[in-house]
């Protein structure tokens, strides 16, 4: 069972991740600053609305069905993120960090012993899955108390000292060996996903009220430090400041996905893997290349050509060759009546 709301969601989060890649590889922060604040408010919402979208999604697809049904599939989808995330890693490795070919390469990126940039994200929702197939049962019961329990859990991971660990350990629960999504820190968005899809909730000032407060700790840090807080690993007010902006997103999707002129958009949300993953290759082939300039127009233009890219080769590999058959069947059926009609 899909929910046009949240692919709608998630395609606002896809546009805006792409975007920001875009944005991060072709253009210099340092004389652009207001797209650095752009980069940097995408940043903020984006690894977290996709965690509250997987955990809205959960419910929907795994949650609300018994366990002998769902795990297959949890572990399938598993598997898909995780080969997601070994393109994406050789992939900037070969054209990004231009290492010569090596078997180690490979290994060190199965193994998870080098974590390429751009791809971190794609291994944390792999461990998300796996924490979702551990705590199946436990996450069936999400309710208000739940909710609430989470939120303090996820804060004290934040506050809790970080150490040098393995890249594994670190996807669980944080390090401070380099850029890294871990879940523990982000488990409270996951978990306000599931009750939502549970409540199906429409505008509420007490969602809005513990939204607002939550990223008021943001603006509050941001204004008094005069610094963004720590995104590497998560502090606190960097875990808790999306929250006022993905209750909008939250609200917007669920108006957008009821008018039909807007269906473009969840279908990217449907999609959002694949437009994440070849995204990717194309910005790293790019910037590889050489074939550009470090501005934002260009870093814009990009960003609308490589969407009209990957729009268009969605559009031809869009139907499996069973609806093809089928289509085609159709499609020769309709002229065999037109033909019908003409003679007549």
């Known amino acids: 069972m899909r929910d046009k709301s949240i692919d709608s969601f998630k395609g606002i989060l896809t546009i805006f991740m792409v975007y920001c890649h875009c944005l991060q590889f072709f253009v ?32 929907l697809a795994y949650l609300s069905k018994p366990f002998s049904k769902a795990g297959n599939s949890i572990l399938k989808n598993a598997g898909k993120t995780l080969v997601a995330f070994y393109v994406s ?15 180690r390469v490979i290994y060190d990126i199965l193994l998870f012993r080098h974590m390429a ?32 329990l989470t939120f303090v859990f996820s804060i004290v991971m934040c506050i809790v000292p970080y150490m040098d660990t393995s890249i594994i350990v670190g996807l669980v629960i944080g390090d401070k060996n380099g850029p890294s999504f871990p879940v523990l820190q982000y488990l ?4 306000i996903g599931i009750y939502f899809a549970k409540g199906r909730f429409e505008f509420k000032w007490l969602h809005l009220g513990i939204a607002a407060l939550s990223s008021l700790i943001f603006i509050v840090y941001l204004i008094n430090k005069k610094q963004l807080p720590s995104r590497f690993p998560p502090s606190a007010p960097w875990i ?33 893997l694949y437009y994440l993953l070849a995204s990717n290759i194309l910005i790293f082939a790019m910037k590889s290349s050489g074939f550009y300039r470090m501005s934002p127009a260009f870093a814009s233009i990009l960003f609308i050509i490589i969407m009209i890219i990957l729009v268009y080769l969605k559009h031809l590999i869009r139907f499996s060759p069973k609806e093809k058959e089928v289509k085609t069947m159709n499609d020769t ?6 033909s019908k009609k003409a003679a007549v």
Do not use: Q
Not at 89 to 103: E, G, H, Q, T
Not at 135 to 140: E, I
Not at 252 to 265: A, C, F, V
């Open 240 to 272: 808790l400041g999306a929250m006022l902006f993905l209750y909008g997103y939250y609200l917007l999707s669920r108006t957008i996905s009821k008018n039909k002129y807007m269906d473009w958009l969840s279908d990217i949300g449907k999609n959002s």
């Open 188 to 191: 409270i968005y996951f978990v």
């Open 89 to 103: 890693s050789l992939a900037f490795r070969i054209f990004i960090d231009k290492v010569p070919y090596n078997p």
């Open 117 to 148: 940039g751009w791809s971190e994200f794609l291994a944390s929702f792999t461990v998300i899955m796996l924490v979702l197939l551990a705590f199946f049962f436990l996450f069936k019961k999400v309710n208000g108390l739940f909710v609430a």
């Open 28 to 59: 210099n922060f340092e004389r652009s600053r207001t797209f650095y604040y752009i980069s940097e408010y995408i940043n903020l919402t984006t690894f977290s609305g996709f965690m509250f979208a997987f955990g809205y999604a959960a419910h």
């Open 333 to 338: 059926l309709d002229a065999l009546e037109l």
